[in-house]
């Protein structure tokens, strides 16, 4: 079983940045397609950001967001800039490869003034 760990989120003004990283268990990493999702309460999960062969982005923060990982340390960080209150919500780290599918609890950003 590969555990998955998300840190980093935290309160932020608008226009602020963090660093979020994803954190996991484990002798695969860099075989895993990994994907960081948000959720707000009452709506559903949704792709943010994803690295693979190729790394993809939600329209709503291209430009603002960067995915990126490094297989020695396991470790996947999304880099946000420009924040915006819209983008509070829960942040969660996705691994997948082949039949496998991983999870962590996730980590409260909060856009706010």
């Known amino acids: 079983q590969v555990q998955v760990a998300e840190s980093g989120g935290g309160l932020v003004q608008p226009g602020g940045s963090l660093r979020l990283s994803c954190a996991a268990s484990?002798?695969?990493?860099?075989?895993?397609?990994i994907g960081w999702y948000r959720q707000v309460p009452g709506k559903q999960r949704e792709l943010v950001a994803s690295?693979?062969?190729?790394?993809n982005y939600a329209d709503s923060v291209k430009g603002r967001f960067t995915i990126s990982r490094d297989n020695a340390k396991n470790t996947v960080y999304l880099q946000m800039t420009s924040l915006k209150p819209e983008d509070t919500a829960v942040y969660y780290c996705?691994?997948?490869?082949?039949?496998?599918?991983?999870w962590g609890q996730g980590t409260q950003v909060t856009v706010s003034s």
């Open positions: 690295i693979a062969s190729t790394i």
């Open positions: 996705n691994l997948r490869w082949q039949s496998s599918d991983y």
């Open positions: 484990g002798s695969f990493f860099r075989f895993y397609t």
